[in-house]
């Protein structure tokens, strides 16, 4: 059974400074993989998706990530964090194995924006 | 593009009450999904509908939740009866087909008394 796997509940950095959010998959299957972004009351939104025609894939926001097979990791970064960036974060692993895609979420980090 | 519409967006209930929540995906989206979220937790699938055939449903706790998306197009998903541990957002994705990007909407926030 695939799970991910994200490291740090809370990460907090400065305006201006790198984000960096840590996620990593486990599965026997080179899955595809999402990163979400969540605002208080609000729906989860795609930030950027890898489907194994690139390694690094870039989002919205200035949000991009890479995966990194030899590392079953597809850790999220941003060189200048905003004030708007404090949200939740997931990240999600799923496979279209037999037509079940439901994916297979982290527990979220929640991201802190310092002035 | 309208997005993932859902209703309500918040219910309150007591325990051993029943309770239902509708979503309308996005047009020409055949794939729907409900998933649950506990406060502090991530998402977790509790059923997938390909049209209106059933995927997966290997998570729904099937003595209690029901759903249904009789016509293909939304669905409506229903607690009875309600537990306290049923207290979460309950969201609803939908894609254009199996493999493609899911698309949330805001969810419905659901208290048990």
């Known amino acids: 059974a695939q799970s991910v796997t994200q490291l740090g509940s809370h990460v907090s950095v400065s305006e201006g400074a790198l984000v960096l959010l840590r996620c990593n998959y486990s599965s026997s299957v080179p899955p595809y993989l999402f990163w979400y972004v969540q605002y208080p009351n609000q729906g989860l939104q795609l930030l950027l998706k890898y489907t194994s025609a690139a390694t690094l894939v870039k989002g919205i926001n200035g949000f991009e990530a890479e995966f990194k097979k030899s590392e079953t990791s597809f850790h999220l970064t941003k060189p200048s964090a905003h004030m708007s960036d404090a949200a939740e974060y997931f990240c999600a692993g799923g496979y279209s194995g037999g037509g079940a895609d439901g994916l297979t979420f982290g527990k979220g980090t929640h991201l802190i924006i310092q002035p | ?113």
Request: glycine residues 8%.
């Open chain 2, 1 to 113: 593009e309208a997005g993932v519409a859902q209703s309500p967006r918040y219910k309150i209930i007591e325990k051993r009450q029943s309770v239902a929540f509708w979503c309308n995906p996005i047009s020409g989206h055949a794939t729907l999904y409900w998933y649950q979220q506990i406060l502090g937790q991530g998402p977790k699938l509790l059923i997938q509908f390909q049209n209106n055939g059933v995927v997966d449903d290997s998570q729904l706790p099937k003595d209690r939740f029901s759903a249904e998306r009789l016509k293909g197009v939304d669905s409506t998903l229903k607690i009875q009866p309600a537990k306290l541990e049923d207290s979460a957002v309950y969201l609803c994705a939908s894609s254009l087909d199996i493999a493609e990007t899911q698309y949330f909407g805001p969810g419905t926030r659901l208290l048990v008394l």
